[in-house]
């Protein structure tokens, strides 16, 4: 594993993070529904709220992701800089 | 956006446009899932952090939701369209003999008459003969309040306002005009008691069934009593205004040929089978959802505006659906309307003009005999 391996998987996942920020906007912009009454009503909020809450938790699990391959990509630069340390590479 | 409220006779409102919008958001943020999915879903290198694939699945899972519940959406507003044609059609044949069922239930009669629309007429004239006593109502009508310096309405929506409610059911405003005659308003309220064991109050249920049978109503006469002690007199200018019984009184007064009839308004009135005949303009505000508009029966054609609209209030809000102040919204509406056949209703009446008001109540006697406490009957 080098550092492309960790890399692509973060340009992915930091990929997916802004598509999830424009899902998440787009679902705290749903058209509201003041008229609605009864099962239409209850219907409706439900969905509007499982829909952002659902999207708000998968933002915060791929930003985590991208946390993640990040820390893992600077863990990797780093043993490698102790590693040519170690063996001198100057 | 186009409207695509699909509405109910019983008031509700499905907002399905917004459904659809809602279905159309749901749909971009779908699709940006779609893609999302698309970016992670690839096949896997030798690095993979913690909780990779379970966010992946997680995606995955969201998105199909989201699929499904914009399917599930656009099924449901194709669903409630469909239901709502349907009740509507139930509706139209089930609401005559709904509000059937109601007038026989008030007369304690046993099951529910059936038959056509245009039957009412009948059932009204046998409910009238099936009650316990000959209807031979007399009346008494006395003043309770008058004031001076009252400006005359503006609009239909002003008119609506002026109903009374409560304990004065009769209004009568005389104007004196430039040229030396009388403008006269009559405003009647509807009924007072619904219960048929109360026999002392005009604006009861026997009076409805009298003035949808044609028969001569002890609130008609009241509200004539009270014209002639304001000083209105035959062939005055007159524009008579009532909600529900008191709309079939005015329609039944407008079309006396007793006077100079110079405009009709009722809302919420069982006026249906009384078309206006005469030249006065003549407007009649019904609610979609409001049953008591269908107890005259067959709506026969005539020179009526009619004005139809929703209510508003929510489904099996019956008196909700009648009530004086939701027509009054609705005439709100009108005022504000730009459609010539609505906002020229009152360019043949006067303009501003300062009179006097006088309400009036009244009683009756179904025994025959005179009316207790020393006033006059008749």
Same mark, same amino acid.
């Given at each position: ?90 | ?143 309770? +309040? @008058?004031?001076?310096? $009252? #400006?005359? !309405? %503006? &609009?239909? *929506? ?7 409610? =409560? ?68 062939? +005055? @200018?007159?524009?008579? $205004? #009532?909600? !529900? %019984? &008191?709309? *079939? ?7 006396? =040929? ?77 005022? %504000?309307?730009? *459609? ?7 360019? =043949? ?30």
């Amino acid at each position: 594993m080098d550092e492309g391996d960790i890399e692509r998987v973060l340009d992915r996942v930091q990929l997916v993070c802004t598509q999830l920020q424009r899902a998440v906007a787009s679902a705290r912009g749903l058209p509201e529904t003041p008229q609605w009454r009864g099962s239409s009503h209850s219907l409706a909020q439900s969905q509007q709220e499982y829909v952002l809450a659902e999207l708000v938790g998968l933002e915060r699990e791929f930003g985590e992701l991208a946390y993640r391959c990040d820390r893992d990509l600077q863990s990797l630069r780093r043993r490698q800089e102790e590693e040519g340390l170690a063996g001198g590479h100057w | 956006m186009t409207t695509l409220v699909v509405t109910a006779p019983g008031g509700q409102s499905v907002a399905t446009e917004e459904i659809l919008v809602l279905g159309q958001e749901l749909d971009s943020i779908g699709a940006l899932l779609a893609d999302a999915w698309r970016t992670v879903n690839h096949p896997t290198g030798p690095y993979l952090p913690e909780g990779y694939r379970e966010a992946v699945a997680r995606l995955a899972g969201v998105a199909d939701d989201v699929s499904w519940l914009c399917r599930s959406l656009v099924a449901y507003t194709q669903q409630v369209a469909e239901q709502e044609r349907w009740r509507t059609r139930l509706w139209d044949s089930t609401r005559d003999h709904w509000t059937r069922a109601l007038v026989w239930s008030a007369l304690g009669q046993q099951g529910v008459r059936g038959g056509s629309p245009d039957a009412s007429f009948d059932d009204a004239a046998e409910a009238l003969r099936r009650l316990d006593e000959p209807y031979h109502p007399a009346v008494s009508t006395w003043e309770v +309040d @008058r004031r001076e310096g $009252v #400006g005359i !309405s %503006q &609009g239909v *929506a002003e008119r609506i306002a002026r109903i009374p409610e =409560g304990s004065n059911p009769v209004r009568v405003e005389r104007y004196a005009t430039a040229e030396g005659e009388f403008h006269t308003e009559v405003f009647v309220a509807g009924t007072r008691t619904w219960s048929l064991d109360e026999k002392t109050d005009p604006f009861d249920m026997r009076s409805n069934l009298a003035l949808v049978a044609g028969a001569p109503a002890a609130s008609t006469m009241v509200t004539e009593r009270a014209m002639r002690s304001a000083g209105v007199q035959r062939g +005055d @200018r007159v524009v008579f $205004v #009532g909600h !529900s %019984q &008191g709309g *079939a009184v005015a329609a039944t007064l407008a079309e006396s =040929g007793r006077y100079d009839t110079r405009g009709l308004v009722t809302v919420g009135a069982p006026v249906g089978s009384q078309p206006a005949g005469g030249e006065y303009p003549a407007l009649r505000i019904e609610h979609r959802d409001d049953v008591v508009v269908d107890l005259a029966g067959k709506t026969l054609p005539g020179g009526h505006t009619v004005v139809e609209a929703d209510s508003g209030a929510t489904t099996g809000d019956i008196p909700g659906a009648h009530s004086r102040d939701r027509y009054f919204q609705t005439a709100t509406q009108i005022d %504000q309307s730009n *459609a010539d056949l609505l906002s020229g209703w009152a360019d =043949g009446l006067p303009g501003p003009l300062r009179g006097q008001a006088r309400w009036f109540d009244a009683s009756q006697d179904l025994s025959g005999g005179e009316v207790a406490g020393g006033k006059t009957a008749q």
